[in-house]
């Protein structure tokens, strides 16, 4: 992966990325317990912007620690939040719809009336998505201008594109800990399940959302591919299926979920490197 990512050695300073990991530990640690304890959604509004203003407050540092005059045009560079080809924010908003939508019919094929439409129809379903991905797009890109936009690139500098994949991946995972055990979080299954399912899962959409982030040079579609996500799973695919033990099948603790997402992650890596290779 290493000659994808474009050189932030010269833009982040250590300083920096201290600052953001302090930031984001620090403020999440308060808002995780405030949610755990109220159970009010604005809070995870909140928590979903704690790493964009985290890394808002990094790259003011990192501007300033280098003696540079500051600009929200040099910010919005160095969060790699920049115009990018539109295929890549297709590629990220269809990514998610395809890992999520083969376990969900699967689980609708093999458990009679777990498909509940209600009084739906299938236009207002499609309407329904369409205003669904901007509203969860407005939350997922707090988070994504902190992850694939600052961490990501600031940490492939320092340790490698590889490495840096892994640790923001695991981060990103673990960051959602407290909410599953305390929040409420993707419930219906076990704690102990359900935290290492979730992690199995999400772990391979860190990869995929890095190498989105590589190949277009911007933290958008990572963005798209996150509100995607969520979107579709939490919103559409997740409220239109009942059943009691369906979280052990679809969903982000699901396991014919966890074999789609590493399927599609896996491609994506050997592409990617076979790429790399012709080159």
């Known amino acids: ?4 990512i474009e050189s932030q050695k010269e833009k ?15 403020l999440t640690a308060v808002v995780e317990w405030i949610y755990c304890n109220v159970h009010d959604d604005i809070w995870v509004a909140l928590l979903m912007w704690i790493p964009a203003i985290s ?15 500051f600009s929200f045009a040099k910010q919005r560079d160095l ?43 299938i236009i207002y379903l499609l309407i329904y998505s369409l205003i669904a991905l901007p509203v969860s797009l407005l939350t997922a890109t707090g988070e994504e ?15 490698g594109v590889t490495k840096s994949v892994t640790a923001v991946s695991f981060f990103w995972c673990f960051w959602h800990i407290p909410i599953i055990i305390w929040g409420g979080y993707m419930e219906g299954t076990p704690i102990w399940y359900r935290i290492s399912a ?17 190949k277009s040079s911007s933290m958008w579609p990572a963005a798209f591919l996150h509100a995607s996500h969520n979107a579709f799973d939490q919103a559409i695919f997740g409220g239109i299926t009942v059943g009691d033990d369906k979280m052990y099948y679809v969903s982000e603790t699901g396991l014919i979920t966890i074999i789609c997402v590493w399927v599609v992650a896996v491609l994506m890596c050997i592409h990617h490197f076979r790429r790399i290779n012709e080159e």
């Open 1 to 4: 992966m290493e000659p994808e």
């Open 12 to 26: 982040i300073s250590d300083k920096a990325v201290l600052t953001f990991l302090v930031i984001v530990i620090s």
């Open 55 to 69: 890394a808002f407050a990094a790259t003011f540092v990192s501007i300033r620690t280098n003696n540079e005059r």
């Open 79 to 121: 969060l790699n939040i920049k115009k990018c080809k539109f295929k890549y924010i297709i590629a990220g908003v269809l990514i998610p719809i395809v890992y999520l939508i083969i376990p969900y019919i699967i689980y609708w094929i093999t458990h009679e009336k777990s498909l509940d439409l209600g009084n739906m129809s």
């Open 145 to 159: 201008i902190g992850w694939r936009g600052f961490m990501f690139p600031a940490l492939s500098e320092r340790i």
């Open 198 to 214: 979730f992690v199995v899962c999400i772990f391979p959409v860190g990869i995929i959302t890095a190498l989105l982030t590589m």
